[in-house]
DNA sequence: GTCTATATTTTGATAGAC
DNA sequence: GTCTATCAAAATATAGAC
């Protein structure tokens, strides 16, 4: 008999990288949900290990640590799903479902999804105060915001008018919009009515289309991006 | 001979009562910035005193503790300048004056006053944390938002169209605008040019003035601070 | 590769001197 | 009213068993 350390690569149940891969994913799932609940330095690395259903060794046999466990969560979930949707979406009718979409989303974000936006928070305030990790946070943010400017970009087309100059800015925009809309929708949700971003979203790209997007930024060109002012 | 317990009225110096008002006041400064630096659960109290030049006894002789110390800055410090500024922006030339100045401001906040978004994000962070105290921070946002109503409604009347139905949907929008910008700058001033907000202010006042205020919201009426869906 | 037990440090909060 | 000294709890990180 063959001792079990040769042929056993079959999916006889996980490969012992598979398992701890998959150790790696359950962390970063609890981590997620924990540093989004009691913050970053609320956060206890006991509470993220027995969320996962491990123990304090594992953590550390698969992160250096607290801080390596949160960047490696800034590095692998700190995409914004407001990108994601919107490519989603894209594709579809040239007509205000976009727009629709979009609001949609914000609603359910904002009442639904109390998590998102709290990481999120979270994520810029260590960026802010860790100055080293904010390249790393402003690439996963350039890149949401490059996926949504082509989609913004294929939308103005098919209602055919002008694609060019300040498209970053418009995406810029609709980010920021986003993000400070659900924070106050979760403040209280009277400031936020249901079709606010939908209509004021409607009204930027009405004025993109009619005046040949020449709404916000001609003037300073955008960098894909630029340099941070911090370190 | 009048014992010193009975006349010293005068302004000697100071009344033991306004002593321990200037402690409180120094005590609520170093806490503002404390927490703005270093987070509410990252935020020690003895950093705190030693920051303000007290000891951690006289933190304790003022507030109950650290929970009671953060509501205390919350309740006293929550408000936004962005409705600070925009008042002094008020009555000024009816022209492009005021959304050129609150692009300014957004700038000055964003590369400048490091503290003022960070703070702004710890209270949002706890009030979604600690739901007993979102009302708390709801009123201070609504009234930012009220009195940035107020200005928007004056310089709509300027420029002679309609200054009625949604301009606390308006305002909102600029608000979360703002606040969103703010957030985006200061992970890459790239993503966000000097003139972007200004411009988007000009686009979203335009479309206002231009359909007699028929953007945003006209449908779902916004009330002054409605329920918190939370505890 | 994961768990248990523990060393070390730091924190919020309190008691008592002045 | 403020300071100094200190307690008790909780946290990060490590060491060694399995």
New interface residues.
Partial sequence: MATDEEAPQRPKRLTRAESKARTRELLLDAAAETFA??????ASVEEIAESAGFSIGALYSNFGGKQELFLALLESRASDRIAEAAQLIDGRQPDGTAAAGLGKLLIETA?ED?AFE?LR??F??Y???NPES?AT??ER??ES?DALTGVIARLLEGQGRGTDYPLQ?IS??V???????V??R???????????FE??L???F??ATMTGVQ???P???????????DD
């Fill in positions: 609940r009691k913050g970053y330095a609320g009442d109390v709290s928070a979270e810029w305030l960026a802010v105060r904010m946070f402003a943010v350039g915001r800015s810029t925009v980010i920021a919009l986003f993000h400070g809309l924070q106050l979760r403040i209280d949700p009277g400031f936020v009515s249901e079709d606010l209509r004021t409607a009204c930027l009405t004025e709404l916000p930024g003037s300073a060109e955008q960098s894909g991006s630029g340099e941070n002012a």
